[in-house]
Every structure is written in structure tokens, then in C-alpha cells.
């Protein structure tokens, strides 16, 4: 499982982050949140089962615990949590400022758990628009239809006007 985990996550979480980020903005502090479910028909032995999980994108938020360091760093959060544990997760987040991508983290990845979360962080710029985008795969234990699904889930646009501490 973990050799298709890695195809799987190589190739879809990166072509999901690039290009996929809406510049509207939108006043709303919410986060997005998407939900995928995987199904198991009953057979000998077995009953019927589903798993749900989660993929949530947080808002991008000034850091107050970079600026406790003297840092001024916009960050963004996501996580992907499962009703059960799966065979494998995988996620990467990119942080957007304007229209452009700000920074990406590296993929990141779990097997036999149920949840998964990873940030990207940069140095804050005020007076922008920032938007968070984030894009996993979750790996369904043998039986379940799908075997695996590619999610993605983006934050809403946030402005920070000012990069210190309120």
C-alpha cells in the first residue's frame, strides 16, 4: 500500500495545488471543508461499512506564535480526518498571496491512521489577500470502493492588513 500511496500522492497532490486557486475574495471566516466516503457491501463474515473523511482547509492567519519569536509569518493549516483509520493519507498545502502561489510544503504522509494535518508558512506582507488551497489522498483499506480518492479543499480568502499582534 504505501508504494501506491507514494504514485498516487507524487503525481495528483501536486497537479491539484497548481493552478487551482480562485483569487475572489470572500469576507466569510468559515473554513472549507470537503467530505469523500468509501463503502464495503456486507459478504461472508463482513458487514456492510462506510468511512467518511474530511479534508478542511483552514483560513490563513497571521501567527502568533511566530510572533512571540519577533517573526511575521502568515499561516495556513489543513487537515484530513477519517471516520476510521485507512491504509494510507497523504496532503500538501499551498499558501496563495493575491493570485500567486506563496509557498507550498512538502507532501506528507501517514499509513494505518486516521488523521493527517500540515501547514504552510511565509513571511507575513500586509495589505494582501491570502488563500489557502489543499490537496490529499486518502488510501481506503482493502474492500472499500473506492480503493482511493483524490480531494481538495481551499480556504476561503482572508486579508491581513497588518502584520503584528493585535
Keep these: ?6 504514485v498516487i ?3 495528483s497532490i501536486a497537479t491539484a495545488l497548481v ?6 475574495a ?3 471566516t468559515t ?23 474530511k479534508i478542511t482547509t483552514h483560513n490563513p492567519h ?4 511566530a510572533a512571540a519569536k519577533n517573526r511575521d509569518i502568515v499561516n495556513v493549516t489543513a487537515d484530513i480526518t477519517c471516520s476510521k483509520k485507512v491504509s494510507g ?6 499558501l496563495y498571496k493575491g493570485k500567486s502561489l506563496y509557498k507550498k510544503s512538502g507532501v506528507k504522509k501517514a499509513y494505518g491512521k486516521n488523521r493527517i494535518s500540515q501547514n504552510a508558512a511565509r513571511r507575513c506582507v500586509k495589505k494582501q489577500n491570502y488563500t489557502g488551497v489543499a490537496a490529499g489522498t486518502v488510501v481506503f483499506p482493502a474492500g472499500y470502493t473506492p480503493p482511493s480518492k483524490n ?11 497588518a502584520c503584528k499582534k493585535k
Excluded at 493552478?19 to 475572489?24: E, L, P, R, Y
Design 1 to 6: 500500500m504505501k508504494l501506491a500511496l507514494r
Design 9 to 11: 500522492a507524487a503525481g
Design 19 to 24: 493552478g487551482t486557486m480562485s483569487a475572489a
Design 26 to 28: 470572500d469576507a466569510s
Design 31 to 53: 473554513d472549507s471543508t470537503v467530505t469523500i466516503t468509501a463503502t464495503r457491501a456486507a459478504g461472508p463474515g463482513l458487514r456492510a461499512d462506510v468511512i467518511t473523511c
Design 62 to 65: 497571521y501567527s502568533h506564535h
Design 89 to 94: 493519507l497523504a496532503i500538501q498545502v499551498a
Design 151 to 161: 480531494v481538495r479543499s481551499q480556504s476561503k480568502t482572508v486579508y491581513i492588513g
